[in-house]
Each structure stands twice: as C-alpha cells, then as structure tokens.
Nanobody, 120 residues
Framework: QVQLVESGGGVVQAGGSLRLSCASNIRISGVHQMSWFRRTPGKQRILVAR???????WYSDAVKGRFAISRDGAKDTVSLQMNNLTTDDTAVYYC??????????????WGQGLQVIVSS
C-alpha cells in the first residue's frame, strides 16, 4: 500500500513563501507522475504542478513563475516551493502520485492534505 505523508503547511503573510513536502513509502525513481493539487471550499480539487519521470514539468497559469515542484530520489519525496504567495493561494494542498502509465500501476495515490493560509 502506497502511503504519502505531507508536511510544511501553515499560515504565512501575503508575499511570503512556504515549502510543502511529501514523503513516499515507495521508491520514486521510477514513478511516472508526481503532483500537487489544491482545493478551496466549495470547489473541486485542481492540479497545481506536476513533475514527470522524463524530467518535464507542468504548472497551472495561476502559479507559473511563483511555484516550483521538485522530486528527490534519495529521500523519495516531492516538494512544492511556493513563493510570492497571495490570498488566492489559500487552500488545502494534496500530494498525488501515479506510479505508472497504464494498468494497475496507473492507480492514483493521495496524501492527507495540508492547510495553507495566506493572510493579507
């Protein structure tokens, strides 16, 4: 059973920075996708940033240029560095991995969620 443990959420003032981390209990060196999603009250969970096994990245327009996703194979973690935060970034953030491309390996796994509050 894949388990993801998140850390690093909290309260920060607008313009500040936070770093979220997500530790996996499986080796991530071969994991196809590692991502961060976020959800605000009353809305669906949306993709914020993704890193692919081939080294490619994807960011939502809302965070492009401010957030950076990275994976650390030695520690089996995926992190999200969030800079120049605004009140619109207030949300619960979720770590997500999809180990493979198809079949049973394409199952989705989620962290428990981290509250991030950006105060004005």
């Amino acid at each position: 059973q894949v388990q993801l443990v998140e850390s690093g959420g909290g309260v920060v003032q607008a313009g500040g920075s936070l770093r979220l981390s997500c530790a996996s209990n499986i080796r991530i060196s071969g994991v196809h996708q590692m991502s961060w999603f976020r959800r605000t009250p009353g809305k669906q969970r949306i993709l914020v940033a993704r890193t692919f096994l081939d080294g490619e990245f994807w960011y939502s327009d809302a965070v492009k240029g401010r957030f950076a996703i990275s994976r650390d194979g030695a520690k089996d973690t995926v992190s999200l560095q969030m800079n120049n935060l605004t009140t619109d970034d207030t949300a619960v953030y979720y770590c997500h991995i999809r180990p493979g491309v198809s079949g049973p390996e394409a199952q989705d796994y989620w962290g428990q969620g981290l509250q991030v509050i950006v105060s004005s």
